[in-house]
């Protein structure tokens, strides 16, 4: 089949937000377009986000002020997917939470007890930490210290998240910072891992020959949908460069310099 037909019969389009429908807080012009051609196609598309600073509704919020209407069930954050893997693996653990306060309010709605008492701590979660502290980077050290066998889980592995000036520090930054203390390396939870999109595929039963993974950047949502086994489309919106793309060993499907152009292909 050609690009045009392997898009048409999409199902599932998981979309990556931020350089690839906004930047910042500046929504890209065709992004309602595209959402809206995408229903008339008699598709679905949910948004996947690796950045864990924020909760559904504060995206759902985000959304709303840039012009798109948006519902709780329309997401697949790393925060969620993070949620789940602890309800799996470290049910009823106690978590030291590195992250915003939306993040624990996620874990919390989930859940889960979070406190800033070592002696209580049973799990060490990061995130992509917008209100971070030196005493949260002076509490982690001391757990990952003292405490070796310690669970340790990172919501993303994201090393920039992309703004209207360029990029600022994420999730993955910190953990390095981290790693030259500790010399451990967190459980990554987000993408490039395919758990993301396989609790997106699971929730609206669309099989992965159907469904697409559209992201600016080739490490985290590339890389998560060739895990995933799903189509995968490149938008050049945001953090990537041709020169990273030639250099790159993971290859999307298809290469576009922006979403808009799915629109064409409907």
């Not at 590195?98 to 979660?125: H, M, P, Y």
């Not at 090393?159 to 451990?184: A, I």
Request: glycine share 6%; charged share 25%; proline share 3%.
């Amino acid at each position: 089949m050609n690009k045009q037909e392997i898009i048409k019969g999409l199902k599932l389009y998981l979309f990556d937000m931020d350089g690839t429908l906004y930047l910042g807080d500046r929504l890209y012009d065709f992004t309602p377009t595209l959402l809206e051609k995408i229903k008339a196609n008699g598709a679905k598309y949910m948004f996947m986000t690796n950045n864990s600073s924020k909760s559904v509704l504060d995206y759902i919020k985000k959304l709303d002020k840039l012009g798109i209407k948006a519902e709780y069930d329309d997401f697949i954050t790393s925060s969620q997917a993070t949620a789940y893997y602890l309800e799996k693996y470290h049910k009823n653990a106690t978590l030291y939470v590195c992250g915003t306060n939306s993040l624990k309010e996620e874990l919390q709605r989930a859940g889960f007890k979070i406190t800033e008492d070592l002696d209580l701590v049973e799990c060490i979660v990061m995130g992509f930490d917008t209100e971070l502290t030196f005493k949260k980077l002076h509490d982690v050290s001391k757990l990952l210290l003292t405490r070796k066998d310690i669970p340790y889980i990172a919501t993303n592995p994201d090393y920039v998240c992309p703004t209207e000036f360029g990029s600022v520090p994420d999730c993955g930054s910190v953990c390095d910072m981290l790693y030259n203390v500790s010399k451990r390396r967190p459980i990554v939870i987000g993408k490039p891992e395919a758990l993301m999109p396989q609790l997106a595929m699971e929730k609206l039963c669309v099989d992965k020959t159907k469904t697409a993974v559209i992201g600016d950047r080739i490490y985290t949502d590339i890389k998560s949908g060739i895990n995933a086994g799903t189509v995968t489309i490149l938008v050049m919106s945001g953090e990537t460069t041709y020169e990273i793309l030639n250099n790159s060993e993971e290859k999307p499907n298809f290469v576009m310099e922006s979403a808009k152009e799915i629109i064409d292909l409907l």
